[in-house]
Structure formats: C-alpha cells, structure tokens
C-alpha cells in the first residue's frame, strides 16, 4: 500500500438468500394488505352506495307524496291565500321534514313568512319546471343539505304555477357521514391487522423457504466436500501413472486398484446425490401396492449375506408375516441400507439381527447390531444428509440413512435409531398395515 494512502474500505454485502426472503416478504405483506384493501373498497364503496341510494330513494318518495297533496289542493282551489296553502313545514306523516314554496306566473311567492330562506325557491329548478321538466337536485342551503323537488302545477282555471317541495337532509347526511366515519376507521384497523396478520404469516411461510435455502447451501457445501477427497485420490494415482507410464501394470496396480475403488465410491454417491435431489423436486412416485415386509426384507438379507460374511459378520432373520401397502422396491432399497449400515458397524465375530412383525396396527422392522452403538451427541443428526460420526467406517456416503428416512416418511411411518442396553444400536422402522 502506498504510504499516506487511506485504508482501503471493507463492504460487507448482504446474503443473496436473506435479500431474497425480504423481498418476498414485502411482497406476501403487501398483497396480504392490498387484497384486504381491495375487499374494504369494493365492500365499503357498495354498502355506502347503497345505504345513500336507499335514503335518496325513500326522501324523493316523502317528496312526491307532499307534493301530490299540494297539487291536489291547487286544482280545486280558486284562490290560495298563504294561510290556507298547505305549504308549511310538515311533522310526521309520509311527508314529514318538508315545506314547499307555489311560484305564480309573474314569479311572485306564496310561502309562510318563516320560510324566507336565502336561496330559496331554486332558480335552476323553477326554470325546468317550467319547461315542463320534473327536476329533483341535491343542493346546500344555508350551510344546510336540501333536497328539492320542481314540477309544474295547474290551477283550477287553468293557470300554470311551479310547485317547489323542499326537504332538510341534515338527518339524511348525518347518517351517512356517520357510516364513512365507520367504514373508514373499521377499514383502517381491519388493514392494520391484515398488514400485521399479513407479516405474522409471511414469517412462517418463509420458515421452510429458509430452512430450504439453508439445506440447499449445506447440501452443495458437504457434496463439494464429500466429493474432494476421492478426486484427489484419483488425482493423485492418475499423477502416479503417468510418471510410471512405462512400467508393468502389476507394479502400479494399486494406483489402479484405487481409482476403481474411488470412482464406484463416486458413482454410489452421484447415484444417491441424484435420488435425493429427485425426492426434493418430487419426481419420484412411489407405487401403492399389497406386499408382506417379510419378503421383501428375505430378498434384501439374502444379498447381503455373502456381504456379511466376507467381513466375518452373521445375518439372523427372525420374520413374521407383515402385510402393508407400499412401493416394493423403496421398501427393499430401505431394508437394505439399514442392514448394511449394520453390518458395517459390527465387528468381526458379531450379529446382526434383522426381525419383521406387527406392532400397533402396523407393521415393523428393526435392525440391530453389536457395534459401539451411537454416541449421544450423534443421535440427533443420525438421519442428516452427509453426517458421518467420529469412528465411522471408510467408503460409505453418509446419505443411506438419509434416504431411508425419505422411504419411510413416504410411507406415512416412522424411523427410529436407538442404543440397546445390552450394546450395540437399533434401527426401528413402524409402517402402517395394509388395510
């Protein structure tokens, strides 16, 4: 670094997976909180539109009421003195909260005195009326909310008069202005608690995305692990054949002998990073068919016996009928990896005992071997892809167990690694009985 230059600046950036999990965590709120939105429009909009139509509905029928009775006075009446005009403001009945003015021909008023309101008869309605129009409007009189209804009216002798019926909304808008007040408030706490319910959910929904996240890095790191030492091993016996490419190959066989040991170690373990990898994307379909666990667990024994004695390791089969309803190979590929397991755990002059039978409305298989049994500190992470205890035997992939857990959680059992008090562990498979 060149003296007197300043320090160069360390930037820690953020996990891709945690930018991700918050992205889509803004996302699952915001369409939790804008769906309820949505719903509290077109809710609230409708219950407000039809509260207000039902109001307007019933005060344009008081209007036309009163202004029936008045009409009906006008064409049989020869004069209208205003004292004898029913004109007034009118309490109870079907007419109720309303008054009416009676415009004459030459645009003189009858009305009480009390009635003499600014703004009052409506210029624009009187001008409909008399161009024949019924005219109902909505206006502010005074600061006070008015429905007004105009039409034209004839006289006894003929004459055409405009009839004016004025109805006081107060009541009318209180009610409504009430209703937004609540709707708006309700809608406010509703979308509050959606937005909270919205990001309590969003919470737990991302628990497995995480924990898929999560297992996806820890898979690729322990492949790439797992996959390392042997390709160094076959790297480094390639480097040694090419440096003795001219001697015999007798001389050089166990160059030889190890990259075939490591590419079948390799190819057992590209097969089973290749099932799990099909179990996680849910390719794999497992039949459902009748079969007794006992046979299939016979086959399986049967092909590891010479296994087993080539390490000096007895097989004990103890069967008992158990029918139950699953895919016949899965449930092999299961009894297989739980005996080999054994079997390379035991030592030379050991048992392994495999037993099948029913238990609790199933059926079951257990597997049990005179190893040094599981530490306590392995029994929690025993079915984890990768995970090899300390003293694990060489060659195998520490993805068996793994993939018998996913055998038989898809068969709607369960699987349980134990100590026996005696020594030695146990592998105890409960699936459910054929029905």
Do not use: C
Request: aromatic residues 4%.
């Amino acid at each position: 670094m060149t003296p007197g230059a300043p320090p160069p600046v360390v930037t820690r950036g953020k996990s891709p997976d945690a930018a991700l999990l918050r992205r889509v965590r803004w996302r699952l709120v915001l369409w939790s909180g804008g769906t309820t939105l949505v719903v509290l429009l077109v809710l609230g909009s409708a219950l407000y539109a039809t509260l207000a139509n039902d109001l307007g509905s019933a005060g344009r029928n008081t209007l036309t009421i009163r202004a029936e009775d008045i009409k009906r006075v006008i064409a049989n009446a020869r004069r209208f003195p205003p004292e004898r005009l029913p004109i007034g403001f009118s309490v109870g009945g079907p007419a109720s909260g309303t008054f009416a003015y009676l415009v004459l021909p030459d645009d003189s008023i009858l009305a009480p005195a009390e009635l003499d309101v600014e703004g009052l008869p409506d210029r624009a309605g009187i001008a409909a009326a008399r161009a024949g129009r019924l005219e109902i409007r909505e206006l502010s009189v005074e600061g006070i909310p008015v429905r007004v209804l105009s039409e034209s009216a004839t006289g006894r002798a003929g004459i055409k008069y405009v009839l004016q019926v004025v109805q006081d909304r107060t009541g009318e808008q209180r009610l409504l202005d009430a209703v937004m007040a609540i709707l708006i408030g309700g809608g406010l706490v509703a979308l509050l608690g959606a937005t909270v319910a919205g990001t309590l959910y969003a919470q737990r929904a991302l628990i497995p995305i995480r924990e898929s996240l999560r297992r996806q890095r820890e898979f690729a790191a322990d492949a790439s692990h797992e996959l390392r030492t042997p390709l160094a091993v076959i790297r480094s016996s390639v480097d040694l054949l090419e440096r003795h490419r001219d001697e015999p190959v007798g001389q050089v066989g166990e160059a030889v002998r190890d990259i075939r040991d490591e590419v079948e170690h390799l190819s057992a373990m590209v097969g089973d990073l290749l099932m799990l990898a099909r179990t996680d994307s849910g390719a794999i379909e497992l039949e459902r068919v009748a079969v007794d666990l006992a046979d299939i667990a016979e086959g399986a024994v049967s092909v590891l016996t010479p296994l087993a004695a080539e390490k000096g390791v007895r097989i004990v089969f103890d069967p008992v009928p158990a029918p139950a309803l699953g895919d016949p190979g899965r449930l092999r590929q299961l009894v297989t990896i739980l005996a080999d397991n054994a079997i390379a755990h035991s030592p030379e002059g050991s048992t392994v005992t495999v037993s099948v039978g029913r238990q609790s409305g199933g059926v079951r298989l257990t597997v049990d071997d005179q190893g040094p049994g599981f530490r306590a500190e392995d029994l929690p992470h025993i079915f984890d892809r990768f995970y090899r205890s300390a003293g694990a035997p060489e060659g195998g992939t520490g993805l068996g167990l793994a993939i018998a857990r996913w055998v038989t959680e898809q068969h709607h059992g369960a699987i349980r690694a134990t100590n026996l008090p005696i020594g030695g562990a146990r592998m105890d498979v409960w699936l459910p009985a054929a029905v």
